[in-house]
């Protein structure tokens, strides 16, 4: 009985730290990007307007995270997560490299700027149909008329302890 009881215990302590993996994100894959303001946020009295997005490729579920400071107070904002079609920066003035039709099936949360001009929001999908070849995303903020005010580029997140010749 003991010795049945010391193997189940070790057999727990060994799943223990895959269960811990998974949960920690190990079979996601993670993209940051940095959003920045462009020459229409200037022309809209925004030009401070900045913020960093998160991105979460789940197995199952998707979910992505938005900050940004330097928006009008009181101003409700859309945003919404694209895809970069080819190599270059979708970001740049003028670029053709961006998708402009969002990724279909994500729902985003509303972005409300406070009194202090910062806001949060959220969205999320159960499909996101990025394959691994395809290039990265990025995020952009929009005026309520359609106009990119801001725009980040979505990179891929290195693990701890990974080198880049892997």
């Given at each position: 009985m003991r010795r049945t009881l010391i193997?189940?215990?070790g057999a727990l302590l060994i799943a223990a730290p895959?269960?811990?993996?998974?949960k920690n994100g190990k079979h996601a894959k993670v993209s940051r990007a940095q959003i920045a303001?462009?020459?229409a946020a200037t022309a809209a009295g925004i030009p401070d307007a900045r913020g960093r997005a998160h991105l979460v490729d789940g197995r199952k579920n998707n979910?992505?995270?938005?900050?940004?400071?330097?928006?009008?107070?009181?101003?409700?904002?859309?945003?919404?997560?694209h895809q970069a079609t080819a190599e270059g920066d979708p970001c740049a003035?003028?670029?053709?490299?961006?998708?402009p039709t969002?990724?279909?099936?994500?729902?985003?949360?509303t972005l409300t700027a406070r009194d202090s001009g910062?806001?949060?929001?959220?969205?999320?999908?159960?499909?996101?149909?990025?394959a691994e070849e395809e290039s990265e995303g990025y995020v952009?903020?929009?005026l309520e008329d359609g106009t990119v005010i801001a725009c980040g580029v979505l990179e891929g997140k290195q693990r701890k302890g990974a080198s880049n010749g892997d």
């Open positions: 193997l189940c215990a895959a269960s811990a993996d998974h303001a462009n020459e979910h992505v995270k938005l900050h940004m400071k330097g928006l009008a107070p009181g101003e409700t904002y859309l945003w919404h997560v003035a003028g670029s053709t490299v961006g998708n969002p990724y279909p099936g994500w729902t985003y949360r910062n806001a949060n929001s959220k969205g999320r999908s159960n499909s996101f149909p990025v952009n903020v929009h």
